[in-house]
């Protein structure tokens, strides 16, 4: 096993697991996808550490909980005038971990954890945005090393040239770290490549199911709704045809480095932030979807495929649940870079799962958190807490996913499930007990923002 190989991550926005070829979609063209997951290991139970843009992305960048590094709810775009919002100054991240290490870095697409035109620590190489993420298509400002870029056109390619660029540009006598975030499966459900919408015409989106809103999930509130079938048809398309784009670009990025020769000395490693409803429960979007908010298996399951030459076996399929906090702490490892402990990460290295080599004993439950809600997912339970907060008191959940697979029937005050309530409760309060600071704790805030995040305190600063 090498000592520092290089580390390319591709972190996508609103990607479900269920939208990929390799997770057994039907109608999905997604060959890069399927190439890592036979030539690496495909996690079918990574989940995200919370079901919305920021807090998932900053959980990844800093191994943290929303409740530990205090960015609670997607960070609002574009930049309001004097309310630039903090994002994770001050904090430590995995940019800045692995060039203490040896890595040259670099940042290419999205990045979502706070407001600036300014590359941020840990970064050698930065292009992202600087303040508003849409159009896919159209006219749109960039941050190049902080000198902003007007640009026309589609963006996604635009990202992929940049991390070509800096492949082609890099020291190759010190390993890389090359973070690409796309967007294209995030809304809106438009201008995506006709030559890949057309093909998703036709199709019948056979995988997801026909079903209606289920009242237990409070209201539909922050889903995006169509005029017609027609419309939703459209916008599957868009969605469907996102993920080839995404698919094809990543395509060129790992060609560009077998071509140089350095694809068997690279980690790859795929997955999103969060996941995404296209109709499931009778819903659009993520864990924003409702009010209050929801931890539906489609908001908080994300496709994780890890690709590395030898070093971890073809086709491996590994059922464990983790998240991108453990994410964070197996590159690190992987890097030969050490976990500092003032960080107090929840997550713990899945190297050896990934290997194969030896046992590794493994948590038994997800356990994520969303403004004021908080969630153990066990393999066939799930427990949904909720504190209250100034945009009111909103009831628990809990489901019983042997019976009710599809979270339809709300068993919180079924006297049959008190016991194993009361046992799920538990490592779910010892979790948040060991690792959330009080300060930024999302414990006591709103459940949802009134209006847009940047009137509430979605941002806690010790």
């Given at each position: 096993?090498?000592?520092?190989?290089n580390?390319l991550?591709?972190?996508?926005?609103?990607?479900?697991?269920?939208?990929?070829?390799?997770?057994?979609?039907?109608?999905?063209h997604?060959?890069?996808?399927?190439?890592?997951?036979?030539?690496?290991?495909?996690?079918t139970?990574?989940?995200?550490?919370?079901?919305?843009?920021?807090?998932?992305?900053?959980?990844?960048?800093?191994?943290?909980?929303?409740s530990?590094?205090?960015?609670?709810?997607?960070?609002?775009?574009?930049?309001?005038?004097?309310?630039?919002?903090?994002?994770?100054?001050?904090?430590?991240?995995?940019?800045?971990?692995?060039?203490?290490?040896?890595?040259?870095?670099?940042?290419?697409?999205?990045?979502?954890?706070?407001?600036?035109?300014?590359?941020?620590?840990?970064?050698?190489?930065?292009?992202?945005?600087?303040?508003?993420?849409f159009?896919?298509?159209?006219r749109?400002?960039?941050?190049?090393?902080?000198g902003?870029?007007?640009?026309?056109?589609?963006?996604?390619?635009?990202?992929?040239?940049?991390?070509?660029?800096?492949?082609?540009?890099?020291?190759?006598?010190?390993?890389?770290?090359?973070?690409?975030?796309?967007?294209?499966?995030?809304?809106?459900?438009?201008?995506?490549?006709?030559?890949?919408?057309?093909?998703?015409?036709?199709?019948?989106?056979?995988?997801?199911?026909?079903?209606?809103?289920?009242?237990?999930?409070?209201?539909?509130?922050?889903?995006?709704?169509?005029d017609?079938?027609?419309?939703?048809?459209?916008?599957?398309?868009?969605?469907?045809?996102?993920v080839?784009?995404?698919?094809?670009?990543?395509?060129?990025?790992?060609?560009?480095?077998?071509?140089?020769?350095?694809?068997e000395e690279?980690?790859?490693?795929?997955?999103s932030?969060?996941?995404?409803?296209?109709?499931?429960?009778?819903?659009?979007?993520?864990?924003?979807?409702?009010?209050?908010?929801?931890?539906?298996?489609?908001?908080?399951?994300?496709?994780?495929?890890?690709?590395?030459?030898?070093?971890?076996?073809?086709?491996?399929?590994?059922?464990?649940?983790?998240?991108?906090?453990?994410?964070?702490?197996?590159?690190?490892?992987?890097?030969g870079?050490?976990?500092?402990?003032?960080?107090?990460?929840?997550?713990?290295?899945?190297?050896?799962?990934?290997?194969?080599?030896?046992?590794?004993?493994?948590?038994?439950?997800?356990?994520?958190?969303?403004?004021?809600?908080?969630?153990?997912r066990?393999?066939?339970?799930?427990?949904?807490?909720?504190?209250?907060?100034?945009?009111?008191?909103?009831?628990?959940?809990?489901?019983?996913?042997?019976?009710?697979?599809?979270e339809?029937?709300?068993?919180?005050?079924?006297p049959?499930?008190?016991?194993?309530?009361?046992?799920?409760?538990?490592?779910?309060?010892?979790?948040?007990?060991r690792?959330?600071?009080?300060?930024?704790?999302?414990?006591?805030?709103?459940?949802?923002?009134?209006?847009?995040?940047?009137?509430?305190?979605?941002?806690?600063?010790?």
């Amino acid at each position: 096993m090498p000592d520092q190989p290089n580390i390319l991550v591709f972190l996508t926005d609103d990607h479900g697991q269920w939208a990929s070829h390799c997770y057994g979609n039907t109608e999905i063209h997604s060959p890069t996808m399927d190439y890592l997951a036979a030539t690496g290991a495909r996690m079918t139970r990574a989940f995200t550490p919370c079901p919305v843009c920021s807090p998932a992305r900053a959980s990844f960048f800093t191994g943290r909980l929303p409740s530990q590094h205090g960015i609670h709810d997607w960070i609002h775009e574009p930049i309001d005038v004097g309310r630039a919002h903090p994002g994770l100054k001050g904090q430590t991240n995995i940019g800045e971990l692995l060039q203490s290490a040896g890595y040259q870095t670099a940042l290419i697409g999205k990045w979502h954890c706070g407001h600036s035109w300014d590359p941020q620590p840990g970064f050698d190489r930065w292009f992202s945005y600087g303040d508003f993420q849409f159009p896919h298509k159209g006219r749109i400002k960039f941050s190049d090393q902080g000198g902003i870029i007007d640009f026309d056109g589609y963006q996604t390619p635009v990202f992929t040239d940049h991390a070509i660029d800096f492949l082609r540009r890099r020291n190759r006598s010190k390993p890389f770290f090359l973070f690409v975030g796309y967007v294209d499966t995030h809304a809106p459900y438009r201008d995506r490549p006709e030559r890949l919408v057309e093909r998703y015409r036709a199709c019948h989106f056979r995988d997801i199911p026909k079903e209606t809103f289920a009242p237990c999930h409070g209201r539909d509130s922050f889903a995006w709704r169509f005029d017609s079938e027609d419309a939703e048809r459209e916008a599957l398309a868009q969605y469907y045809a996102a993920v080839s784009f995404i698919d094809e670009q990543m395509g060129r990025i790992l060609d560009e480095l077998d071509n140089s020769g350095a694809l068997e000395e690279t980690l790859v490693v795929y997955t999103s932030d969060h996941g995404h409803m296209n109709g499931h429960h009778g819903l659009n979007t993520k864990g924003n979807a409702t009010t209050p908010q929801n931890f539906l298996d489609e908001s908080i399951l994300v496709p994780c495929l890890l690709s590395w030459n030898e070093h971890i076996p073809s086709r491996r399929v590994i059922g464990a649940p983790v998240d991108h906090t453990d994410l964070f702490c197996t590159l690190l490892e992987i890097a030969g870079a050490e976990v500092p402990k003032d960080i107090n990460t929840p997550g713990k290295s899945y190297l050896r799962l990934l290997t194969g080599e030896g046992d590794q004993q493994w948590k038994d439950a997800y356990i994520g958190e969303y403004g004021n809600a908080r969630c153990i997912r066990s393999e066939s339970l799930k427990l949904i807490r909720r504190y209250p907060g100034p945009n009111g008191t909103y009831p628990d959940e809990f489901y019983d996913l042997a019976e009710d697979p599809r979270e339809r029937e709300n068993r919180i005050g079924d006297p049959r499930y008190a016991d194993a309530i009361a046992e799920l409760s538990k490592p779910m309060e010892a979790h948040f007990d060991r690792y959330e600071i009080r300060e930024r704790s999302g414990k006591d805030i709103a459940s949802q923002p009134r209006t847009s995040n940047n009137a509430e305190p979605w941002h806690r600063e010790v």
